[in-house]
């Protein structure tokens, strides 16, 4: 019976160290869990303005009956991700025509304010989401994560982290394309 108990505390970081590397295998994408929004009519909400932006809040009427696809944008100032990110979205949007929306995630509105101010503002509209009620709505999983909207405000495509790499900006292009398509 001692050899068991001796052995037990063995067996246990065996299955917490397989558990762990099987968590850490790069071929887990975080893009494969498929979104509860995805196909679906964009949620109920309506959200204030970042105070000190110089733009609108945000709300679902500005995403539905648009007959143009959008990008939605969940960021935060508190969010390394999300400043490594902001350079590719702001020059989507002035090279490319993009129409980005914001949905600033758990945020204190100040902080928003100064880090858009410092980085520049690409975003038409920003909601704050400052408790994250609406993020629930959205299923965010984290930050930042990038929506896709067709033009009659039905969610078409999920991207979950920064979208800086070549092939993460050609998965977005490709689905805004798609949803053009569909309007």
């Known amino acids: 019976m001692s050899r ?19 968590g850490l295998d790069p071929a887990r994408d975080p893009n494969a869990v498929p979104s509860a929004r995805i196909a679906a009519p964009v949620p109920e909400f309506a959200l204030p303005a970042v105070a000190g932006t110089g733009v609108p809040g945000l709300s679902t009427a500005d995403l539905r009956g648009t007959g143009e696809p959008i990008l939605v944008n969940v960021f935060a100032s508190w969010c ?26 758990q945020d204190e509105p100040a902080d928003a304010a100064r880090w858009l101010n410092d980085l520049g503002n ?9 408790e994250g009620r609406v ?31 070549p092939d993460a900006q050609a998965e977005v292009r490709a689905a805004l394309a798609a949803a053009g398509a569909r309007s």
């Open 4 to 22: 068991i108990l001796l052995a037990l505390p063995a067996l246990l970081a065996v299955a917490v160290g397989g558990f762990l590397l099987w």
């Open 80 to 105: 390394v991700p999300c400043r490594a990110e902001h350079a590719v979205l702001t020059r989507l949007v002035r090279e490319e025509g993009i129409k980005l929306m914001g949905l600033n995630y």
């Open 122 to 130: 690409p975003y038409e509209r920003i909601g704050s989401d400052v």
């Open 135 to 165: 993020g629930i709505d959205w299923a965010i999983s984290g930050v930042p994560e990038t929506f896709v909207i067709d033009g009659d405000g039905v969610v078409t495509f999920r991207y979950v982290g920064p979208i800086i790499e």
